[in-house]
């Protein structure tokens, strides 16, 4: 295999990606309506309410609607690698994903240039995102916004990569609704995404600290918030990196005609 056809399979099937984008125009609308929601009204209401105090250690004062932009962005990256495992569900039902992984290139080549793909449109989305925060006037140094390109490719990534592993179990499109309820929510709710953690543990909510404190949600959350104040998180960043690499290599053996789906769904005539 050369470079070359390597190029080639991302740059055709980005381009796919990026198609079917731009064709179902109310999916970025979709994608920011979530965000926007949690920052114009829960944010102003939880803190009007609660009167949560926010010292990070990387900024002496920040408002409860600039803490809580890390966790709606990462949302917004949850988001895309659902959207991307549906259409991996969507194309394996209509036969397109049988034409795609029979291609004369190494399976694990598709599959991460379709996670690159859904990576590059889920990190643009991110960016209209943050413009549009400028509305709310919820802003972030130049800086921060270059400094945080990273982390949201690498958590992009992570969260592209688990929901394509998940996609490898979900059987029918309509099964999403399942997935969204045990896997999407629970993962963004026990996260440090709206509140910090040590809030949950200074409140008493020890079980739940630990189980956030091992979501893999809450140190790509962690990452992108100290990228955008231009800071470098080393541990969450291990985390990401590993998980990424252990969510990516189970989604290759679960798309293995000799273990995986294509084992268990194709009976011989």
């Not at 990387?58 to 803490?67: L, S």
């Not at 690498?154 to 979900?170: P, Q």
């Not at 990424?244 to 053996?253: C, E, G, Q, Y």
Request: glycine content about 6%; charged content about 10%; hydrophobic content about 55%.
């Amino acid at each position: 295999m050369q470079i070359v056809h390597a190029g080639r399979a991302l740059r055709a099937i980005a381009t796919r990606e990026f198609v079917k984008f731009v064709r179902q125009r109310g999916r970025l609308l979709s994608a920011l309506v979530r965000p926007l929601m949690w920052l114009a009204i829960f944010a102003a209401g939880f803190y009007n309410v609660f009167g949560v105090s926010i010292i990070p250690p990387y900024k002496t004062y920040v408002t409860y609607q600039e803490y809580i932009v890390p966790g709606l962005l990462g949302i917004i990256l949850l988001f895309h690698g659902m959207q991307s495992s549906l259409s991996m569900v969507y194309d394996r039902e209509m036969g397109v994903m049988r034409l795609l992984l029979t291609a004369p290139l190494p399976r694990w080549l598709l599959l991460a240039c379709k996670l690159v793909a859904g990576t590059l449109l889920s990190v643009v989305t991110c960016y209209v995102f943050l413009a549009v925060c400028i509305l709310f006037d919820v802003t972030f140094d130049w800086v921060g916004w270059l400094s945080v390109l990273p982390a949201l490719i690498v958590s992009g990534l992570m969260l592209g990569a688990l929901w394509l592993f998940l996609s490898v179990h979900i059987r029918q499109v309509e099964n999403f609704a399942g997935a969204m309820n045990f896997v999407m929510f629970p993962m963004f709710f026990l996260s440090s995404a709206l509140y910090p953690l040590w809030k949950l543990r200074e409140g008493g909510s020890e079980i739940i600290y630990l189980v956030s404190l091992a979501n893999p949600f809450t140190h790509a959350v962690e990452m992108i918030r100290h990228a955008l104040y231009g800071m470098f998180e080393p541990t969450a960043t291990l985390i990401v990196v590993a998980s990424t690499a252990v969510f990516f290599l189970l989604a290759v053996l679960g798309y293995d005609p000799q273990r995986g789906m294509f084992r268990r769904t194709v009976q011989p005539v």
